[in-house]
């Protein structure tokens, strides 16, 4: 059959919407591969095609698969499950427009489900891929009903020989989960996955809960990888992330690669990663911090070829235009970023380019020439790669008409990202088109782009997968792990030294200032010139110098303890949650410990297995140098080290070799003259003291290197910042202490703002912070139904307008947005080169007396206390900074703990999903989903802070996300989600506003209530 090409498309009035953004940014000022492509297409829609016939017929050689899809399916980078009614496998005999295709599901699916993620096997005679349809459905496979109304992974079978000969077999059958994104493992070992079981991590929580765990925008449960036996059994997880891991693949050596959503806080983006298939030596490969936002869809190019050691992939946003973006080609194995080369002989420029001439936007927007997805580089020779093209297209009332037929005001006014959701109603064009995705195949030598398959109306053809064999990967065996630390579920980190910094300098002079120097320090890390040749690196620390006591340089350095955290995951199901996480971008969490920070910057501990954790490095006050911006994993058992800090650089550690082995003369001959060749201090300590592993609840350090013996060496200050038991008692906390690495703002940092203090309770902080137009710490409820003194310290002013004395707004997305002043809190994981969150904040830099890294807007907004008032650095004691500095560190978060006492976080069986769907979802489309409440990613889009609703037409995790808004469902009007769009102004900056989003007496709102209300268990 030939199937409908796209310039025969013919546009439906009644045609279903996608949101397509509203920031149409057109990139490049050509359509020169739209023209061409359409051409091609055009010209197969007016000859026919045979294989060999003109240039519009590709070289149909190779079969393939690809799904086929209905084209309001809510693709994006944060969707890892989505569905719509009518999709379906599809097998065509040849890579052209004119060979026979196949539908090799319909008999399961019956028009109702829908299917995805095909992979091959190496032998090119099997096809695994995910496949979803409803119980109702009457096909059965094996004797029993074959559907189970969740997507499950199946496989078809050609080894028969016949393309369209093969069986199908069902390989997992779950009822309550979701498996997609399957591939096969190296000898016969069964398969790779991506699933929402959660299998390990649903049993094993923080704080000894267990629950299904949601992404970081609470919307869906998270996407882990699994793997199992090719038979479905032995289901095993291997990744551990907080947000999805998706699209995974075998590399040629064996290792498993894969995108992996990192979301911490404003860090918001998907880049490659890789791990062995058993989850060990999990780290980034590329794109952690390289120019766009998500790389989806990565894939090894021909190993033998050309292109041997790159990654093709598909670059697009977080959310919207339906996973379409740019086709980039990345030099992995000499790059570990954009223009960080893996050592001197690669140039320095480079690691990441567009495949196609004609540029394709990578972001939200209108992209003038189209945007690819899901591109399979073929390992045949021919340097060929199968890819999904969508062309550029605008509705023009009814008609559906290319980009390249509008005007320059037209497109000015399509990219004009200020216009109110009114005149992007009014307008007589939309980029709310469809994704209509053709099968291509793309030469990128001579640039050609040769239609393979055209979709039928209504529909995309996506995925496509050439049915060829390949040469199969290494088969790795598993890890050596210690089995004495796997059977306590425990894990080993190293890491060599933390200031092994990357070229960002993350834990470089530029995390610090002068509060940091010791008298006589001109720097807080000496530096010197590389020793390996092949570092790119202008200069480095002088390790040497740093562990030195006799060298000033050995008091200089800044760093102490290194702090372990684990992160809290939002519970699927849990109504209240964001009522409890509270104004802060990040996610709960909850320390797990300390350990020593050894003078050449080592450290080596004991940690949880097969949990998120996150590391941060710490100074003599508690407070972090640095945010860990992505969350780090391993497996039980494993030994893992890492060279240093935030390096994605390639070469040997810089803390190795001669200069792990250089022994200062200043110290102690009763630990240097027990140092193994290679060792670093903290290898040394924990070798001779192996209880020095575990990691501690109090950060407390004494100096057991400097031979103070010795003329001149003088040893590092003793430090003791425990809660209570400190060698002073006047340090101690007499307010409520942490349990279990556990604080929440109420029971632990409230407290400290009405402790009394001075003679008579003189100097309580509540005597002077009282009032509601400064500053009111103050433990009263706020109409938010928090403290006052929590969003005090989170939510900035107003910014006012000097001369016409009103609130500035500015218009961003098509959203009116209040501006604010800095807080005194900093909850930004990015701001200030992802400096640690106390140090950023300006509530630390009054209360320490010090000048850290808080920016002059946040000085401007909160100027230093008058000289009148108490010195504000006095005030609280060692374990009160400690803990505060703890607080800001971990995020701000209202509840750490989300079920404590008062977090009001808890299930509610009786808010149904279905009444959600059905009447709630209506509600909210008409109300909320425009360009208010959308996902952005961490280059664009509205911030985390600013919109905690983050909703996209997925009905799963709209619910879910919903439910986070919802904390009394006896009063329904209470509750946030009814609440913000009911009151006058919302969006706050929409100052001129006069009727409600949602106003009370609306049908909406009553259907809202309704909703609400039957979860009241009076009901």
Same mark, same amino acid.
């Given at each position: 059959m030939t199937p409908q090409t796209d310039a025969t498309r013919t546009p439906s009035a009644a045609r279903p919407r996608v949101h397509a953004g509203r920031g149409l940014r057109p990139r490049a000022a050509g359509v020169g591969l739209a023209a061409v492509i359409v051409s091609a297409l055009a010209l197969v829609a007016c000859q026919g095609s045979t294989e060999g016939e003109g240039s519009a017929t590709a070289q149909g050689d190779v079969p393939l698969v690809y799904a086929k899809r209905v084209n309001t399916v809510n693709l994006a980078a944060l969707h890892g499950t989505p569905f719509v009614a009518g999709g379906d496998l599809m097998l065509r005999e040849k890579s052209s427009p004119s060979a026979p295709e196949h539908n090799l599901t319909a008999h399961i699916t019956q028009g109702n489900g829908d299917a995805s993620d095909p992979e091959v096997s190496y032998d090119g005679k099997k096809v695994a891929f995910a496949l979803r349809c409803p119980t109702s459905n009457t096909a059965t496979i094996d004797g029993q009903p074959a559907c189970t109304g969740r997507w499950n992974i199946w496989e078809y079978d050609m080894s028969g020989g016949s393309l369209t000969g093969g069986t199908l077999r069902r390989i997992t059958a779950s009822t309550a989960h979701d498996d997609v994104d399957p591939a096969y493992l190296p000898a016969g070992r069964g398969f790779v996955f991506a699933s929402n079981r959660q299998v390990k991590s649903s049993l094993n929580q923080a704080l000894g809960r267990a629950y299904h765990a949601l992404d970081e925008y609470e919307r869906e449960r998270v996407?882990?990888? @699994?793997?199992?036996?090719?038979?479905?059994?032995?289901?095993?997880q291997i990744t551990f992330n907080q947000s999805h891991?998706?699209? #995974?693949v075998v590399r040629a050596n064996g290792d498993i690669m894969f995108s $992996?959503?990192? @979301?911490? &806080? =404003? $860090?918001?983006?998907? +880049?490659?990663? $890789?791990?062995? %298939?058993?989850?060990?030596d999990l780290f980034v490969l590329y794109g952690a911090q390289s120019p766009g936002n998500s790389f989806l869809h990565p894939r090894e190019m021909d190993p033998s070829g050309p292109y041997a050691g790159y990654v093709a992939s598909s670059l697009v946003p977080l959310s919207r235009e339906q996973e379409g973006g740019a086709l980039m080609f990345i030099d992995a194995a000499n790059y570990s970023e954009q223009n960080t080369p893996a050592n001197r002989t690669v140039p320095a420029q480079g690691g990441q380019r567009q495949a196609t001439a004609e540029t394709l936007d990578n972001d939200r927007g209108l992209s003038l020439n189209g945007r690819a997805t899901s591109p399979y580089p073929l390992w045949d020779g021919t340097n060929r790669v199968l890819v999904s093209w969508r062309p550029c297209e605008v509705l023009r009332g009814t008609d559906l008409v290319p980009c390249a037929t509008l005007t320059p005001d037209e497109l000015a006014r399509l990219s004009d990202d200020n216009r109110s959701d009114a005149e992007v109603a009014a307008d007589e064009l939309s980029a709310d088109v469809p994704a209509s995705y053709a099968v291509y195949m793309f030469d990128p030598v001579p640039q050609t782009w040769l239609i393979v398959a055209a979709p %039928? #109306?209504?529909?995309?053809?996506?995925? #496509?997968? %050439? !049915?060829?064999?390949?040469?199969?990967?290494?088969? %790795?065996?598993?890890?050596?792990?210690?089995p004495a630390l796997a059977a306590q579920d425990l894990a080993l980190i190293e890491v060599r030294s933390v200031y092994d910094t990357d070229g960002l300098r993350r834990m470089g002079e530029p995390?610090?200032?002068?509060? =940091? !120097?010791? /008298?006589?320090? *001109?720097?807080?890390?000496?530096?010197? &010139?590389?020793e390996e040749p092949g570092d790119t690196r202008a200069f480095v620390a002088d390790l040497r110098r740093i562990k030195d006591p006799a060298d000033p340089a050995y008091h200089c350095a800044p760093v102490r303890f290194i702090r372990a955290v684990r992160a809290v995951s939002p519970p699927a199901g849990g109504m209240g949650t964001r009522q409890a996480i509270g104004e802060t971008n990040f996610e709960p969490q909850q320390i797990l410990g300390y350990s020593v920070v050894e003078p050449d910057g080592s450290f080596k501990l004991q940690v949880p297995a097969d949990v998120p954790l996150g590391l941060q490095v710490v100074d003599a006050e508690g407070r972090a140098f640095q945010t860990h911006t992505n969350w780090i994993q391993v497996r039980p058992g494993e030994r893992r080290t890492c060279d240093g800090c935030h390096s994605p650089r390639r070469g040997a550690a810089l803390n190795s070799g001669a200069v792990a082995n250089a022994l200062p003369a200043a110290l102690k001959t009763t630990l240097s003259a027990q140092h193994v060749q290679g060792e670093t201090m903290a290898s040394l300590r924990t070798r001779l003291d192996a209880t020095l592993l575990t990691l501690q609840t109090d950060?407390?350090?004494?100096?057991?290197? &400097?031979?103070?013996?010795? *003329?001149?060496?003088?040893?590092?200050?003793?430090? *003791?910042l425990r809660y209570t038991g400190n060698p002073e008692p006047a340090d101690d906390l007499v307010t409520a202490v942490p349990a279990n690495g556990v604080i929440n703002y109420p029971d632990h940092i409230q407290p400290l703002w009405t402790r009394a203090r001075g003679p008579e309770g003189t100097l309580t902080c509540t005597n002077c912070h009282a009032d509601p137009a400064k500053l009111d710490l103050r433990g009263t409820i706020g109409g938010g139904g928090r403290l006052t003194s929590y969003e005090e310290l989170l939510i900035g002013d107003p910014r006012i307008d000097p001369v016409t004395g009103q609130p500035v707004v500015v218009v961003r997305q098509g959203v009116p947005e209040l501006q604010r002043l800095a807080p005194l809190v900093e909850t930004s994981s990015g701001a200030a080169n992802t400096a640690g969150l106390a140090r950023k904040s300006r509530l630390t830099e009054i209360l320490?007396?010090?000048? !850290? !890294? +808080?920016?002059?807007?946040?000085?401007?907004? @909160? /100027?230093?206390? #008058? =000289?009148? &008032?108490p010195d504000h650095a006095t005030l609280l004691n060692r374990a009160e900074k400690r803990l505060l500095a703890e607080w800001m560190d971990l995020g701000g978060q209202y509840y750490n703990d989300l079920f404590a006492p008062g977090g009001g976080v808890r299930s509610v069986a009786t808010l149904s999903e279905a009444v959600f769907n059905t009447e709630v979802m209506p509600v909210l489309r008409q109300s909320c989903m425009g360009a208010c409440h959308q996902a952005g990613g961490s280059d664009g889009g509205n911030d985390f802070r600013s919109n905690r609703l983050v909703l996209t037409g997925d009905p799963e995790g709209d619910f879910n996300v919903v439910l986070t808004m919802v904390n009394d469902t006896c009063n329904p009007a209470a509750n946030r989600l009814l609440q913000r769009p009911s009151t006058v102004p919302h969006p706050a900056g929409a100052v001129t506003q006069t009727t409600p989003v949602l106003a009370p007496d609306s049908l909406g709102y009553a259907t809202l209530v309704n909703w609400i209300a039957r979860g009241c268990p009076s009901s």
């Amino acid at each position: 059959m030939t199937p409908q090409t796209d310039a025969t498309r013919t546009p439906s009035a009644a045609r279903p919407r996608v949101h397509a953004g509203r920031g149409l940014r057109p990139r490049a000022a050509g359509v020169g591969l739209a023209a061409v492509i359409v051409s091609a297409l055009a010209l197969v829609a007016c000859q026919g095609s045979t294989e060999g016939e003109g240039s519009a017929t590709a070289q149909g050689d190779v079969p393939l698969v690809y799904a086929k899809r209905v084209n309001t399916v809510n693709l994006a980078a944060l969707h890892g499950t989505p569905f719509v009614a009518g999709g379906d496998l599809m097998l065509r005999e040849k890579s052209s427009p004119s060979a026979p295709e196949h539908n090799l599901t319909a008999h399961i699916t019956q028009g109702n489900g829908d299917a995805s993620d095909p992979e091959v096997s190496y032998d090119g005679k099997k096809v695994a891929f995910a496949l979803r349809c409803p119980t109702s459905n009457t096909a059965t496979i094996d004797g029993q009903p074959a559907c189970t109304g969740r997507w499950n992974i199946w496989e078809y079978d050609m080894s028969g020989g016949s393309l369209t000969g093969g069986t199908l077999r069902r390989i997992t059958a779950s009822t309550a989960h979701d498996d997609v994104d399957p591939a096969y493992l190296p000898a016969g070992r069964g398969f790779v996955f991506a699933s929402n079981r959660q299998v390990k991590s649903s049993l094993n929580q923080a704080l000894g809960r267990a629950y299904h765990a949601l992404d970081e925008y609470e919307r869906e449960r998270v996407l882990n990888l @699994h793997t199992m036996a090719a038979d479905g059994s032995n289901i095993q997880q291997i990744t551990f992330n907080q947000s999805h891991d998706r699209n #995974p693949v075998v590399r040629a050596n064996g290792d498993i690669m894969f995108s $992996r959503w990192e @979301h911490v &806080a =404003d $860090r918001n983006r998907f +880049a490659i990663f $890789r791990t062995k %298939p058993d989850g060990t030596d999990l780290f980034v490969l590329y794109g952690a911090q390289s120019p766009g936002n998500s790389f989806l869809h990565p894939r090894e190019m021909d190993p033998s070829g050309p292109y041997a050691g790159y990654v093709a992939s598909s670059l697009v946003p977080l959310s919207r235009e339906q996973e379409g973006g740019a086709l980039m080609f990345i030099d992995a194995a000499n790059y570990s970023e954009q223009n960080t080369p893996a050592n001197r002989t690669v140039p320095a420029q480079g690691g990441q380019r567009q495949a196609t001439a004609e540029t394709l936007d990578n972001d939200r927007g209108l992209s003038l020439n189209g945007r690819a997805t899901s591109p399979y580089p073929l390992w045949d020779g021919t340097n060929r790669v199968l890819v999904s093209w969508r062309p550029c297209e605008v509705l023009r009332g009814t008609d559906l008409v290319p980009c390249a037929t509008l005007t320059p005001d037209e497109l000015a006014r399509l990219s004009d990202d200020n216009r109110s959701d009114a005149e992007v109603a009014a307008d007589e064009l939309s980029a709310d088109v469809p994704a209509s995705y053709a099968v291509y195949m793309f030469d990128p030598v001579p640039q050609t782009w040769l239609i393979v398959a055209a979709p %039928p #109306p209504g529909f995309m053809l996506v995925d #496509p997968v %050439p !049915l060829q064999p390949r040469t199969e990967p290494a088969a %790795p065996e598993p890890t050596n792990v210690d089995p004495a630390l796997a059977a306590q579920d425990l894990a080993l980190i190293e890491v060599r030294s933390v200031y092994d910094t990357d070229g960002l300098r993350r834990m470089g002079e530029p995390m610090l200032t002068a509060a =940091d !120097l010791t /008298p006589g320090c *001109s720097a807080g890390i000496a530096t010197t &010139a590389p020793e390996e040749p092949g570092d790119t690196r202008a200069f480095v620390a002088d390790l040497r110098r740093i562990k030195d006591p006799a060298d000033p340089a050995y008091h200089c350095a800044p760093v102490r303890f290194i702090r372990a955290v684990r992160a809290v995951s939002p519970p699927a199901g849990g109504m209240g949650t964001r009522q409890a996480i509270g104004e802060t971008n990040f996610e709960p969490q909850q320390i797990l410990g300390y350990s020593v920070v050894e003078p050449d910057g080592s450290f080596k501990l004991q940690v949880p297995a097969d949990v998120p954790l996150g590391l941060q490095v710490v100074d003599a006050e508690g407070r972090a140098f640095q945010t860990h911006t992505n969350w780090i994993q391993v497996r039980p058992g494993e030994r893992r080290t890492c060279d240093g800090c935030h390096s994605p650089r390639r070469g040997a550690a810089l803390n190795s070799g001669a200069v792990a082995n250089a022994l200062p003369a200043a110290l102690k001959t009763t630990l240097s003259a027990q140092h193994v060749q290679g060792e670093t201090m903290a290898s040394l300590r924990t070798r001779l003291d192996a209880t020095l592993l575990t990691l501690q609840t109090d950060p407390v350090f004494s100096d057991v290197w &400097a031979d103070t013996a010795q *003329s001149g060496v003088q040893a590092r200050a003793a430090l *003791s910042l425990r809660y209570t038991g400190n060698p002073e008692p006047a340090d101690d906390l007499v307010t409520a202490v942490p349990a279990n690495g556990v604080i929440n703002y109420p029971d632990h940092i409230q407290p400290l703002w009405t402790r009394a203090r001075g003679p008579e309770g003189t100097l309580t902080c509540t005597n002077c912070h009282a009032d509601p137009a400064k500053l009111d710490l103050r433990g009263t409820i706020g109409g938010g139904g928090r403290l006052t003194s929590y969003e005090e310290l989170l939510i900035g002013d107003p910014r006012i307008d000097p001369v016409t004395g009103q609130p500035v707004v500015v218009v961003r997305q098509g959203v009116p947005e209040l501006q604010r002043l800095a807080p005194l809190v900093e909850t930004s994981s990015g701001a200030a080169n992802t400096a640690g969150l106390a140090r950023k904040s300006r509530l630390t830099e009054i209360l320490w007396g010090q000048t !850290l !890294l +808080a920016g002059g807007g946040a000085r401007t907004a @909160h /100027p230093n206390p #008058p =000289d009148t &008032a108490p010195d504000h650095a006095t005030l609280l004691n060692r374990a009160e900074k400690r803990l505060l500095a703890e607080w800001m560190d971990l995020g701000g978060q209202y509840y750490n703990d989300l079920f404590a006492p008062g977090g009001g976080v808890r299930s509610v069986a009786t808010l149904s999903e279905a009444v959600f769907n059905t009447e709630v979802m209506p509600v909210l489309r008409q109300s909320c989903m425009g360009a208010c409440h959308q996902a952005g990613g961490s280059d664009g889009g509205n911030d985390f802070r600013s919109n905690r609703l983050v909703l996209t037409g997925d009905p799963e995790g709209d619910f879910n996300v919903v439910l986070t808004m919802v904390n009394d469902t006896c009063n329904p009007a209470a509750n946030r989600l009814l609440q913000r769009p009911s009151t006058v102004p919302h969006p706050a900056g929409a100052v001129t506003q006069t009727t409600p989003v949602l106003a009370p007496d609306s049908l909406g709102y009553a259907t809202l209530v309704n909703w609400i209300a039957r979860g009241c268990p009076s009901s």
